[in-house]
């Protein structure tokens, strides 16, 4: 289920300022603009059922503004398997030129597995080689988000 609230704000806050009438227009930070992006992927991938790992990803254009998002697979209590070429193919579909990733942890553990982090090595690769940029992998459990590219992962 989305949330019509975050999800207006996050794409809000995205828009390009060209394209928002002058007068209503206050530039967002970048942090806001973060912690507008990171509600929005909260709400899809802890969304019910909580107990299963979902999957998200957000499409940005060349400047980094937000062109299309598409959910990536509902997988299990440990496990989530994301077609790569499905997602890749909607990132082209979209004229991505990065992209970021998140799931969720329903366990808790914040921390990317190894398959989290051999997986997300992957994806960084190929998507280079279309001329898409893999941004981030986000990783959510209730508590807390983990950031694969502040972590030195990506």
């Not at 799931?103 to 914040?110: A, E, I, M, T």
């Not at 080689?129 to 990506?154: C, K, N, P, Q, W």
Request: hydrophobic content about 45%; charged content about 15%.
């Amino acid at each position: 289920m989305r949330h019509p609230a975050v999800l207006t704000r996050a794409k809000t806050l995205a828009v390009p300022p060209h394209t928002r009438p002058a007068a209503c227009y206050t530039p967002p930070t970048p942090d806001q603009r973060v912690a507008a992006m990171i509600a929005y992927l909260r709400s899809l991938v802890l969304a019910h059922p909580a107990s299963h790992e979902r999957g998200h990803a957000v499409f940005v254009d060349a400047n980094s503004v937000w062109i299309g998002d598409a959910p990536c697979g509902i997988g299990s209590m440990s496990t989530l398997t994301v077609s790569l070429r499905a997602l890749l193919g909607e990132a082209l579909r979209v004229d991505a030129r990065g992209l970021i990733l998140a799931h969720s942890h329903p366990s808790g553990h914040c921390r990317p597995s190894g398959c989290d982090i051999a997986a997300t090595r992957r994806l960084s690769d190929i998507a280079c080689t279309l001329e898409i940029a893999l941004i981030d992998h986000l990783i959510f459990t209730t508590d807390a988000v983990y950031s694969m590219r502040a972590g030195g992962m990506l």
